[in-house]
C-alpha cells in the first residue's frame, strides 16, 4: 500500500488549510484530548459521519469525544455504550450456545460500513480486568461476538474507515496502575504519553510521525530477512517477507484520509511470514485479553505455530483465542519500540495493551493488518479473526536484525535503538 | 380488544406453572426490583429477545434487570444505552438540518419488532431534567428521533412487544425531588411506590390489578358520555366514545403475553373522542417533557383542540410538539387516579410523569393507544406520534361524569373514589 508519510490533514483539522486551525489547545485538558482523538486520531472530516464506541464507565470522555467530532464538522455521530457486566451476565445466566452471538441490526450496519465510510473512534481503557476471572475461561475466551469482530476487521484491514483507538481514563483503570482510584495521575501519565502537554500537540505529533517514519524506512532499505529476541526466558527468531514493509504511526484510508489509528503509538511493525516462526518467548508485561488479565505468559513456536502456552495465570482464555481458527495460533505482527518512548518513560504499567504495546517491542497472534501490503492480502502474510498482542520487549531483551546472507545486525540494546537511519 | 385480568402469567415467571415461582423475594432490593420489572412488568418469556432502553446514569439497575432477564430465561439482552448529553451534543453543535434525525440502523431493527416480537423494558428517571433548559426551544422540541419514535409506537400500538416502563433511581432525579443527591431516600420511594416492599409483592400486584379492573368494569357498566374536571383554573369537558372501553393495569400482545406496561400503574384511563373536548385545564404538577421541565402549565381547548398554551417556564417546547402533526394538539388520554394511590401517598413530586401521572388524574395531547379498541383505530380515537401526559388532578378539582341523559355523577371529590362497583 501507499506508505503515506503525515501530512497536514492528518495532524490537523482536516477542515481548513492551516494545519494547526480548529485544535484547542487551551480550555481543559479532557476538551484537548478530545480535539486530539478527533482530528490526529481519525482525522474526522466535515460532513462525515462518526461512530463512537466506548463502554459506560467511559461516559465523559465520550460526551468530550461528541462535542470535538461535532465542531470536526461531523454529521452525524453514533454512540454505541458497551457495558462489560452485560458481557458478563451473558456468560453467566444465558444460554450457552448464544455466548459470542452478535446482534444482526448491529452486525448488518458495521457490515455496511465499507460504502458509508463513517470515521470510528474506540475508546480503550478496561475499568475492570479481572471482572470475568472467576467464569469459566472456555466460556470467557468464546464470549467475544465473533461476527461483529469479523465485519469491523474487515473495514479496517479493506481501509474502508479512518479509525483510531485511544485511551479513556477511568477509575477502575487507575485502580489497576496505581493501586488506588487516582484517576487525576492517571490522566496524567496519559497526556505524557500521547504528547497532550506539549507546547504544540500538532507539531508534536508531525515531528513524532515523521521520526517513526525514518526508523521504517531505515528498516526497510535493509531488507532484513528475520527478527530475533534474546532475552531472559526469550530466544525467538521470526522470518519476514521480502514484499511485506515496515510501517508506522499512520494510516491512509482508499479514499485518501490520513489517520494515526493508535493514540500513544511508538512503534514501528510489520507482518511477518506466518510460516517462519521458532523458538520460545516470555512476555515483560502483564496481558490483558479476552476480559482476563494473563500474567508470566511464556509460549513456544515450531514453524510459525505457536506449540505450548503457559502462564501464571489467565492461560486458558488464551489456549481458547488459539482454537478460534486455523490460523489464530500463527503470528500476525512483530514490532519494535525503544526506550524513548514517552508510554515507557512514565515508569507504568498500565494493564493495557494499547499503552503497554508503546512501552516496549510486541508480537501478535492472530491476523495481521491486512493493508500492510499493497493490493491485498499475499502468500505468507497471516490470516485470522484474532488480533492480540503481547509484549516481549525491554532493556534486558536484546532485539537483532537478520540479513539475507546471515549477518546479525544489532536493532536493540538495553532499550536503545542501533540503528543508523 | 379482550380486556383481560391479571393472570398468572402476568404477575409470576412465565416459565413455571407456580404464580409466585421465579420472583426473589428476598435478596437486595435493586434485585427484587429488577425481578419485579422483568417478570411483572414485561413478563419476559423463556427463550424470548429481550431490549432494555436505559441512560448512561441507569447503569447500575440496567446490570441488575439483564441479569434477572436471562434468569427469566431470554435468549439475548440487547442493551441500548442513551445519554442525553449527546442529544445537546447534536441540537449545540451539529447540523441544524439533522436535529431529530434517527439512526436507520436503530429504525430497521424496530421496524422489524412487529415480527421478532421482543420484550422491551425502558427505564424512566431523568438525571438533569434542566439540560437542555438554556438551548433555543424550537431545536429542543424538534430533537426527538420521529421516525424512531414513530417506528417505536408502530410496536407497542399493534401489540406486537409485551413491553414495560420503570424507573431507575439516580442520584440527579433524587435531587429534583428532595433537592439533595439522596437515592437511597428516592429508592424508599420507589419501592412504596411499586409495592416492592409488601410481604408478598405477586400477591400484591394481582390484587392491585384486581381492584383496577374492577373500577373499569364500573365505569364502562355506565357508559358515560363525558367527563368533567373542575377545579382552580381548570373547567374542562371531555367527551367519550360509546364503543371505547375504560381500561387498566395489565395489556395482552397479539401473541398472549399478558404485561404490566407502567411500573407504578395506579390509573384507569380512556381514550377519548378527540372532536369533544372544551375549556381551560392548568396543570397540578410540573412537567418534564421534550428534555425540560414546564412549569405551571394551562391550555384552553376549543372543539377538542388545544389553540392556547400558556406556562411560567417552557411554554415554547410544548408549542413546538403540538406542531409535530395535525392530530397533535388533540386529546388522546383521560386517566383518573384517587388519593390512595400509593404514589400519591408518598406525598412527593417526582418531576416524573411515570410517577407523577399515577399520583393524581391527567389528560395526553396526542395520539391514542390504539391497542386500547378492538380491531384497530376508529373514528373519533386520535392518532399521532406525540404523547404527552400533564397532570390536572388534586385535591381541590372535583372530576365528574356526564351520563348520556346529561345526568351528572361525581367521581373523585378530595381525591376520594366515589363511585360504587
Redesign the interface.
Known sequence: MKRSGPDARAISTGATDDPAAGLVTTGDRMQRYAELVVRVGANVQPGQDVVVNGL?EH?EI??AV??AA??AG??????N?G?L??RR??I????ES?IG?S????L??IR?WPDENPAVIALAGNPDPELLSDLDPSLVGRADPREIRAAYLESVSGRHVNWTIAAAPNSGWATQVFGEPDVEQLWDAVATATRLDADDPVAAWREHTEGLQARADALNVRAFDAIRFIGPGTELEVGLLAVVPWRCATLETRGGITHVPNLPTEEVFVSPDWRRAEGTVRSTYPLVAAGRKIDGLEVRLEAGKIVDVRADSGAEVIQVQLATDDQAPYLGEVALVDGSSPVKQTGLVFSDTLFDENATCHVAYGGAYAEAVEGGVIEGVNVSNVHTDFMVGGPEVDVDAVTRSGTVVPLLRNDVWQLGE
Open positions: 459506560v461516559v465520550v460526551r461528541v462535542r461535532y465542531r461531523a454529521q452525524h455521530v453514533v454512540v455504550y457495558d457486566h452485560l451476565a451473558a453467566e445466566l444465558g444460554p448464544e452471538w446482534a444482526p441490526y448491529l448488518d450496519w455496511r
